[in-house]
């Protein structure tokens, strides 16, 4: 009885040992070390001097998608990111050449006129819906159409973006997407899908991404992040139909 009596007090001490012993080292002991890749892309965004202008999740994000379709874009320097999450009154549109660290544009762009009003909240790849589509896009050929100077942008997407060209959503500048717009109605005017950019602008931001850089249009949207195979954690090939 003795001996089972000093065995349980010996267990206790020792169990209340460890448990000091846990409370006593760093709660990041026990969490896993970023990886290299993490570590790499929270440098380039503080590099490129994106803290406080680009959500780093939406940076990250859009480098994941890069490094997946790396083989499909033709110019691998430049990429370009639209950021949903935030307001039509706000900048949310970015271009940043990734090869030397700079971002090289920070404007207005506008939404389609069926995703919201000051915010875009509902998204669809249906022709004739009015509504913008998330998603990763890889920049052709440029033209000149009813809108000016116009950037042809393909979806890479199936059933999230892949019908942009058959929409004719593109790129190309607007009166409505305009600072002033904003002074006077607190948002800017909406598109019937296209992101269109201020004239002042536009020019200059098609003849840096055209042929063949990679656009990503983000919104914190779950049936984005649960339909799309770019963004999954499963390593998936993704295949797009050639460029036209």
Do not use: W
């Not at 990429?79 to 009154?89: A, H, Q």
């Amino acid at each position: 009885m003795l001996k089972r009596i000093r065995l349980v007090v010996a267990l206790s001490v020792m169990s209340l040992a460890s448990n000091n012993l846990k409370a006593q080292v760093h709660p990041d002991y026990f969490n896993p070390t970023p990886s290299s890749y993490q570590v790499e892309n929270r440098l380039l965004f503080q590099e490129i001097g994106l803290e406080g202008v680009l959500n780093y999740t939406v940076f990250e994000t859009a480098l994941k998608g890069y490094q997946k379709l790396n083989n499909i874009f033709d110019n691998k320097n430049i990429i370009s990111i639209v950021d949903f999450t935030l307001p039509s009154s706000e900048k949310r549109f970015y271009v940043i050449d990734l090869q030397n660290k700079q971002l090289l544009f920070h404007s207005v762009v506008a939404h389609g006129e069926n995703s919201g009003d000051l915010y875009a909240t509902n998204f669809s790849n249906r022709v004739s819906s009015h509504q913008s589509s998330l998603g990763f896009y890889v920049t052709e050929k440029t033209y000149q159409g009813k809108n000016g100077y116009s950037l042809v942008i393909n979806g890479l997407e199936e059933g999230i973006n892949d019908k942009a060209k058959e929409r004719y959503v593109v790129i190309h500048g607007a009166h409505y997407c305009h600072e002033s717009v904003i002074e006077k109605t607190g948002k800017l005017g909406t598109s019937q899908g296209c992101p269109a950019l201020p004239h002042s602008i536009n020019r200059d931001v098609i003849n840096v991404i055209k042929d063949g850089s990679m656009l990503f249009i983000y919104a914190d949207n779950e049936d984005y992040k649960a339909n799309s195979k770019v963004i999954s954690s499963t390593e998936k090939e993704i295949t797009t139909s050639s460029s036209s």
